[in-house]
């Protein structure tokens, strides 16, 4: 309707001023009698001045529709972009606010842990291959960031280790990764033990716990710590919890299923150790 008056309205205009000149014309040309002609005039002028008058008063109608469904268009398009900033004002309060927890939880354990230096960093993205476990941060060697930094969660829990890096960028390799292979203290007792990577269990989001030392035990809900030793990773870092104990070698050897102390869907920041002080 909007399109057609558009494109017709002014024909339509015209033929009805046009109608109302010619019948104004001709009552005049008559002088104001009323013979055969003008009543003949009359007659017709009469339902013209009627239409024209509903035409006029439907014109009116439809263009103060046509008006008002413009102002309700431009108000919705308003209210769509009003909302859409308010939506991302809370999402932004949001965001704002788990960082505050994040940091509140970060200088508790770094007055735990004085010897360290660390560098936080957002994942910018997951590596979505089915043969290893990465993601990537979005700083990288401009930043301090050196090959070999382990990464951790403001609690302290031991994430991975970079693998890659680029002067804006870096990769890093999860615990939970095929080439994982890290020295751990195993329950209460700190037993010695290796913490190492398994592609079946890789898929299952846990890692191996093995090596443990001669006459040592392990019991489940044990705490996996990482132990130090070699100077690749500090000392003290929560790798997970033993969640399984099984066997292998015809049932000679025990090893432990570990369950890392986070959870990678909720990982959105985490912090890189770039020095620390190596446990002899």
């Known amino acids: 309707m909007k399109d057609f008056l558009r494109k017709k309205g002014i024909?339509?205009?015209?033929?009805?001023l046009a109608a109302v000149i010619i019948s104004v014309a001709s009552a005049r040309a008559l002088n104001g009698a009323a013979g055969f002609l003008g009543n003949a005039v009359g007659v017709v002028r009469t339902p013209v001045h009627q239409a024209v008058a509903a035409a006029a008063d439907w014109?009116?109608?439809?263009?103060?529709?046509?008006?008002t469904f413009d102002q309700l268009k431009a108000e919705n398009?308003?209210?769509?972009?009003?909302?859409?900033?308010?939506?991302?004002?809370?999402?932004?309060?949001?965001?704002?606010?788990?960082?505050?927890i994040r940091l509140r939880e970060l200088l508790k354990f770094a007055e735990k842990?004085?010897?360290?230096?660390?560098?936080?960093?957002?994942?910018?993205?997951?590596?979505?291959?089915?043969?290893?476990?990465?993601?990537?941060?979005?700083?990288?060697?401009?930043?301090?960031?050196?090959?070999?930094?382990?990464v951790i969660t403001e609690y302290g829990a031991l994430v991975g280790q970079v693998t890659e890096l680029g002067s804006t960028w870096a990769t890093v390799s999860t615990v939970i990764d095929v080439d994982t292979n890290v020295g751990a203290l195993?329950?209460?007792?700190?037993?010695?033990?290796?913490?190492?990577?398994?592609?079946?269990?890789?898929?299952?989001?846990?890692?191996?716990?093995?090596?443990?030392?001669?006459?040592?035990?392990?019991?489940?809900?044990?705490?996996?710590?990482?132990?130090?030793?070699?100077?690749?990773?500090?000392?003290?870092l929560d790798i997970g919890t033993v969640t399984s104990i099984q066997s292998e070698a015809g049932g000679q050897i025990e090893y432990g299923i570990v369950t890392p102390s986070w959870d990678s869907s909720m990982l959105v920041q985490v912090y890189v150790v770039t020095d620390f002080d190596v446990v002899e």
Do not use: C
């Open 11 to 16: 024909r339509l205009g015209v033929i009805v």
């Open 59 to 67: 014109l009116e109608g439809i263009y103060g529709y046509l008006y």
């Open 77 to 100: 398009e308003s209210l769509k972009k009003q909302l859409a900033e308010a939506r991302q004002q809370v999402r932004d309060a949001a965001d704002a606010l788990e960082e505050n």
């Open 113 to 150: 842990h004085t010897d360290l230096t660390m560098v936080s960093s957002k994942i910018i993205s997951w590596n979505s291959s089915n043969w290893s476990s990465t993601f990537t941060l979005s700083r990288g060697s401009d930043d301090g960031i050196a090959l070999g930094n382990s």
């Open 186 to 236: 195993v329950g209460d007792d700190g037993a010695a033990a290796m913490v190492v990577g398994n592609f079946a269990l890789m898929q299952q989001g846990a890692v191996k716990l093995t090596y443990l030392a001669e006459g040592a035990q392990m019991f489940l809900g044990d705490a996996v710590l990482t132990s130090g030793m070699g100077g690749a990773f500090p000392q003290g």
